[in-house]
């Protein structure tokens, strides 16, 4: 039996085009903030990044589970502007934060599971692979923003080293903690969000890859537009 696939028509040839993915997400934003009249659940930035989460996680009823402090939204956004870093847990975390906005602010990124020496390491210490990659990472947190949306292990462990970081300035600038699951990452989430230490969460057991790139590219996104406006002025 064969198989046809229709192809879609180009606009140019007179047919239906397809949806514009800009419009759609314009569109989606649009019906998000009708959703959430004023006042909001979050303000200013945070409403931003907030937004970006509910679009891409298709779920209205995301927002009364995130966890977005003003304070951590605005230092995460300045550390984007002078080029900060961005450590992602994950391929997947990785592969869905924009390059072309991370190249944009003159910052880098690299995920810290393909890291060398991640799997020996692991097998040495007889650990997981997502703990070894965040203990070999040690020397890369300094003013970074550290991503993480893969194995709540790794949260944990970034936790745990955390406490051992005498020095403020060896310290991540954000952690974004969004691990998914039901064996423990709402319990990583909710020691991330009792922690001193500047986050963004989503709390309970929803998160994953997909939120987390979404919630660094909503911060790089804003980080961009401020910097063009002041250098406008």
């Excluded at 192809?7 to 649009?30: I, K, Q, V, W």
């Excluded at 779920?59 to 870093?85: I, N, Q, S, W």
């Excluded at 003159?106 to 210490?125: D, F, H, K, N």
């Excluded at 998160?207 to 660094?216: F, S, T």
Aim: aromatic content about 4%.
């Amino acid at each position: 039996m064969q198989i046809r696939i229709a192809s879609m028509t180009s606009p140019l040839e007179g047919g239906r085009s397809r949806p514009n993915p800009d419009s759609a997400r314009s569109r989606s934003f649009a019906a998000i903030d009708r959703e959430f009249p004023e006042p909001r659940p979050f303000r200013g930035h945070a409403w931003e990044v907030a937004r970006h989460l509910i679009h891409v996680g298709g779920d209205l009823t995301l927002a009364r589970d995130l966890a977005l402090p003003e304070a951590a939204v605005e230092k995460g956004v300045k550390a984007l502007k002078m080029g900060a870093p961005i450590l992602a847990d994950t391929r997947m975390v990785r592969a869905g934060i924009a390059d072309r906005r991370v190249k944009a602010l003159g910052g880098t990124i690299e995920c810290l599971r393909t890291q060398p020496g991640v799997t020996s390491a692991a097998i040495r210490a007889g650990i997981p692979r997502s703990r070894a990659a965040m203990f070999l990472a040690e020397p890369k947190y300094m003013g970074a923003i550290v991503v993480l949306g893969g194995a709540p292990a790794s949260l944990l462990t970034l936790m745990e080293m955390m406490d051992d970081m005498f020095s403020l300035t060896s310290r991540p600038t954000l952690i974004i903690g969004m691990p998914a699951g039901f064996a423990d990452a709402a319990e990583a989430k909710a020691l991330l969000e009792a922690s001193p230490w500047t986050m963004l969460t989503v709390r309970g057991s929803k998160g994953g890859p997909a939120l987390a790139a979404a919630a660094a590219n909503a911060l790089m996104e804003i980080a961009l537009r401020e910097r063009e406006r002041e250098g406008s002025l």
